[in-house]
C-alpha cells in the first residue's frame, strides 16, 4: 500500500537553512505536498509538486523531488522561530479525489 | 483563516456515546474530506463528499458516518465511541473532486473518557 516516510525530528539555528526529507512509495502519485502544522492550529498548505517536475521554487521555499528514489525534500531558507512547526508529507494517491497518504510529520525547532 | 469552519473545536464525552462533528465547506466548495489525525496512526482519510454524493471512502469505521446536505456542509458522526477514537478530526474542502489544492479546517478535538 502507500506509504510515506520522514524523520520524526529536525533542529536548526535561526538563519540557517532547514531540510526536510521524505519518501513515499506509490509512483503514480499525481501531486505531493508540503503541510505545515502549528501547535493548536490546522494543516496549511505550504506548498506542492507535480510528479513531472523536478523542482519548484516559491519564495523562502523550495521543493526538489526525485521521481526516481521516490524522494521529496523541503528546505526553508534563512529558517526564522516562527518556521517552529511540524511539516507533513503528502501524496495524492486518488485518481479523481484528493485522498491524501500523509507522513508522521516532522518537527522543526529553531533555535535562536 | 482557511475559509473552512468547524465546529466544535473541542468535544468530551464518555464511551459508548455517539457524537456529531461539523463542517462548512469555502463558499464555492463542492467537495468536502474528512481526516482523522490520532498519536498512533497519524494523519488518516476517511472519506469524501461531493456535491452530496459519496465520491471516496478510506479507513472509515463502521460505526462512523457522514453525509453532506444540499447546502453544501457535511457532519460526520462517530457513534459507540471507543477511547481509540480520541483524535482531531479534520474537514478539507476544494472546488472539484480532484483538485490540486484542498483547505483544511482547524479541526475538532474529540477525548473520549
Known amino acids: 500500500g502507500e506509504d510515506v516516510e520522514q524523520s520524526l525530528f529536525l533542529s536548526v539555528r535561526e538563519g540557517d537553512s532547514s531540510v526536510i526529507n521524505c519518501t513515499y512509495t506509490d509512483s503514480s502519485s499525481t501531486y505531493l505536498y508540503w503541510y505545515k502544522q502549528e501547535p493548536g492550529a490546522g494543516l496549511q498548505l505550504l506548498t506542492y509538486?507535480?510528479?513531472?517536475?523536478d523542482m519548484k521554487q516559491d519564495q523562502r521555499l523550495t521543493v526538489l523531488l526525485n521521481k526516481k528514489d521516490k524522494h521529496l525534500s523541503l528546505r526553508i531558507a534563512d529558517t526564522q522561530t516562527g518556521d517552529s512547526a511540524i511539516y507533513f508529507c503528502a501524496e495524492n494517491f486518488g485518481a479523481g479525489s484528493y485522498q491524501l497518504t500523509f507522513g508522521k510529520g516532522t518537527k522543526l525547532s529553531v533555535i535562536p | 483563516d482557511s475559509g473552512v469552519t468547524q465546529t466544535p473545536k473541542h468535544l468530551i464525552t464518555a464511551t459508548g456515546q455517539r457524537v456529531t462533528l461539523r463542517c462548512s465547506p469555502r463558499?464555492?466548495?463542492?467537495?468536502v474530506y474528512w481526516y482523522q489525525q490520532s498519536l498512533d496512526q497519524g494523519l488518516q482519510f476517511l472519506i469524501q463528499?461531493?456535491?452530496?454524493?459519496?465520491?471516496a471512502k478510506g479507513n472509515i469505521l463502521e460505526r462512523f458516518s457522514a453525509q453532506q446536505f444540499p447546502d453544501l456542509h457535511s457532519e460526520l458522526n462517530l457513534s459507540s465511541l471507543e477511547l481509540g477514537d480520541s483524535a482531531l478530526y479534520f474537514c478539507a474542502s476544494s472546488v472539484g473532486m480532484g483538485n490540486t489544492e484542498a483547505f483544511f479546517g482547524q479541526g475538532t478535538r474529540l477525548t473520549v473518557v
Open positions: 509538486i507535480f510528479s513531472n517536475m
Open positions: 463528499y461531493y456535491n452530496g454524493e459519496e465520491r
Open positions: 463558499s464555492g466548495d463542492l467537495s
